[in-house]
């Protein structure tokens, strides 16, 4: 666990990614079986963002690849009713983000708040999982990608991607509005595309990083810190228990899908 250092007289805040480092998957491509359940997705995209999840989750998507699924999900959701989308994250949100919360991250959000800091997630997912995520652990702010919206529904276009080098600007706009002083904020991802939102405070943390953020950490001299324990959400924030939801019914297709493909996936990893 990292230290921290005495709150400051000025505001303070610790900015984290949430993919990877809050919670060990998309939060995004997480959410393609309940979807599927729901009516939003077929078959066929369900298998191909399970795919994408897998890709994920062992470290081998590079930028292109996350550019293409970027325009994938985008798309994808053209049309989509978003008071729908809302009830179905808000539904199945126990379910699917329960299992995915590294115990390291909650604990250190906590200690973070226990010092007086506000905790922000800085997101390139999508406000619609983002910010009930970022309710659910408690989190003071949400820094998320917006999508087009037109007589609520999505238009499949994109108006503000919270990625890379927007990150960092969003930190340094709302460190304007809410007073941070951002030489003693701290930030924490797992991918070098957030080299940009490291930089812009003055305690950056690399968590489960990729091959390159390894590299710029270990050049830099920042911190690195491995989250790996999984926590139940319900037994450490004393939440409620989850209703049955529309994950439930996905179990008989989407999942025997999601599970092929990660065996062949994984043999083909294993054989490289």
């Given at each position: 666990?990292?230290?921290?250092?005495?709150?400051?007289?000025?505001?303070?805040?610790?900015?984290?990614?949430?993919?990877?480092?809050?919670?060990?998957?998309?939060?995004?491509?997480?959410?393609?079986k309940?979807?599927?359940a729901?009516?939003?997705?077929?078959?066929?995209?369900?298998?191909?963002?399970?795919?994408?999840?897998?890709?994920f989750?062992?470290?081998?998507?590079?930028?292109d690849q996350?550019?293409?699924?970027r325009?994938?999900?985008?798309?994808?959701?053209?049309?989509?009713?978003?008071?729908?989308?809302?009830?179905?994250?808000?539904?199945?949100?126990?379910?699917?983000?329960?299992?995915?919360?590294?115990?390291?991250?909650?604990?250190?959000?906590?200690?973070?708040?226990?010092?007086?800091?506000?905790?922000?997630?800085?997101?390139?997912?999508?406000?619609?999982?983002?910010?009930?995520?970022?309710?659910?652990?408690?989190?003071?702010?949400?820094?998320?990608?917006?999508?087009?919206?037109?007589d609520?529904?999505?238009?499949?276009?994109?108006?503000?991607?919270a990625?890379?080098?927007?990150?960092?600007?969003?930190?340094?706009?709302?460190?304007?509005?809410?007073?941070?002083?951002?030489?003693?904020?701290?930030?924490?991802?797992?991918?070098?595309?957030?080299?940009?939102?490291?930089?812009?405070?003055?305690?950056?943390?690399?968590?489960?990083?990729?091959?390159?953020?390894?590299?710029?950490?270990?050049?830099?001299?920042?911190?690195?810190?491995?989250?790996?324990?999984?926590?139940?959400?319900?037994?450490?924030?004393?939440l409620?228990?989850?209703?049955?939801?529309?994950?439930?019914?996905?179990?008989?297709?989407?999942?025997?899908?999601?599970?092929?493909?990660?065996?062949?996936?994984?043999?083909r990893?294993?054989?490289?």
């Amino acid at each position: 666990m990292a230290q921290l250092a005495r709150p400051r007289t000025a505001p303070t805040a610790a900015f984290f990614d949430l993919d990877k480092t809050i919670i060990a998957k998309s939060s995004v491509l997480a959410f393609s079986k309940p979807f599927q359940a729901g009516g939003l997705i077929s078959r066929r995209a369900v298998l191909r963002s399970a795919y994408a999840q897998f890709v994920f989750m062992v470290g081998g998507a590079d930028h292109d690849q996350v550019e293409k699924m970027r325009q994938f999900m985008s798309q994808l959701c053209a049309g989509w009713d978003v008071a729908t989308v809302r009830e179905i994250v808000a539904e199945t949100l126990h379910n699917v983000v329960d299992p995915l919360v590294y115990d390291e991250a909650v604990r250190l959000i906590a200690a973070h708040h226990a010092a007086g800091r506000d905790v922000v997630i800085v997101s390139t997912s999508g406000s619609e999982v983002v910010e009930p995520i970022g309710a659910l652990l408690g989190a003071d702010k949400v820094v998320a990608t917006r999508l087009k919206v037109e007589d609520g529904r999505y238009t499949g276009e994109i108006d503000y991607y919270a990625y890379a080098e927007e990150k960092a600007t969003a930190i340094r706009e709302l460190a304007e509005v809410e007073g941070y002083d951002l030489e003693h904020c701290y930030g924490y991802s797992d991918s070098v595309t957030d080299v940009p939102m490291l930089e812009a405070v003055g305690f950056p943390h690399a968590v489960n990083p990729d091959k390159e953020l390894r590299k710029v950490a270990a050049s830099r001299g920042w911190p690195v810190l491995v989250f790996n324990r999984p926590v139940e959400l319900q037994s450490r924030l004393h939440l409620p228990p989850p209703k049955p939801t529309l994950a439930a019914l996905a179990v008989g297709g989407a999942v025997a899908v999601g599970a092929a493909v990660w065996i062949g996936a994984k043999k083909r990893s294993l054989t490289a």
